[in-house]
């Protein structure tokens, strides 16, 4: 309640009324778009990170009534924020860890590492998750079949443009990630 009196005083301080988006708090998929690879479809979670190529990976604790199996990854948009659609108390954030994983944390715990990125805004304009980000798919595989998303970014040490996904055996295609409306059940958390 305090933050979001300190929010609305900042927006009146400011003279920019905050736009009600209301694609906030529906859920989505996000699916792979203008790919040079043939991938396409839904990315999903598993093990704090984002794939095409493994399944969903979530978890219905014994104790919560009526809890169903999800097999498909969705997200809901909040403040230019990303989380994954959960029941779980404190929600899942989705960011990008320091090394440009693609992540999300792990139920009862908002430890998001220093240095990360949380603007995943899905532009709606275009409903596409921020544009302006560098998502490529990576093969962690021999035969690429599975692959996981990873932002390039610039080290700011060196100047120099990162894909820690990328290990010289293995194939990157640059993604971009497009929102589609998820009318399916709400996972209760992702594992
Ligand atoms: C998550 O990925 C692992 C490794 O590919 C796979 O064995 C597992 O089945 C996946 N989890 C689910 C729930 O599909
Ligand atoms: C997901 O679950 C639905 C309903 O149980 C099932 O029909 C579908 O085949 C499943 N999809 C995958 C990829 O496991
Ligand atoms: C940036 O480059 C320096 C020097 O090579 C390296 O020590 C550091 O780990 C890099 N940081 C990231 C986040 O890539």
């Given at each position: ?6 929010l609305?005083?900042f ?5 920019i009324?905050l736009k ?14 203008w ?5 396409s479809?839904?990315?999903n ?10 399944d ?6 014994e104790?919560i ?6 097999n ?13 659609n959960?029941g779980?108390?404190?929600g899942?954030q989705v ?8 992540t999300?944390?792990?139920p009862?715990s908002?430890?998001?590492p220093?240095g990360s990125?949380?603007?995943l805004?899905v ?9 302006f ?23 700011a040490t ?7 996904g ?5 194939a990157?295609?640059r993604?971009?990630?497009?929102a ?5 059940d709400t ?5």
């Amino acid at each position: 309640m305090k933050f979001l009196a300190a929010l609305s005083l900042f927006s009146l301080a400011s003279a920019i009324p905050l736009k009600q988006r209301q694609s906030d708090d529906a859920p989505f998929t996000l699916n792979l778009r203008w790919s040079n690879s043939p991938l396409s479809g839904p990315i999903n979670a598993n093990g704090s990170q984002f794939w095409h190529g493994k399944d969903t990976a979530s978890f219905c604790p014994e104790n919560i009534p009526g809890c169903k199996t999800v097999n498909t990854t969705s997200f809901v948009g909040r403040d230019g924020q990303l989380f994954l659609n959960t029941g779980v108390p404190g929600g899942q954030q989705v960011y990008v860890s320091p090394t440009g994983l693609l992540t999300y944390t792990v139920p009862h715990s908002a430890n998001i590492p220093e240095g990360s990125l949380t603007d995943l805004e899905v532009f709606s304009t275009n409903n596409f998750i921020n544009p302006f980000l560098t998502f490529h798919l990576c093969s962690v595989d021999q035969e690429d079949t599975q692959w996981h998303l990873v932002l390039e970014y610039t080290n700011a040490t060196t100047g120099s443009i990162v894909n820690s996904g990328y290990t010289e055996n293995n194939a990157c295609t640059r993604v971009s990630l497009e929102a589609v409306p998820y009318e399916g059940d709400t996972a209760w958390e992702f594992s």
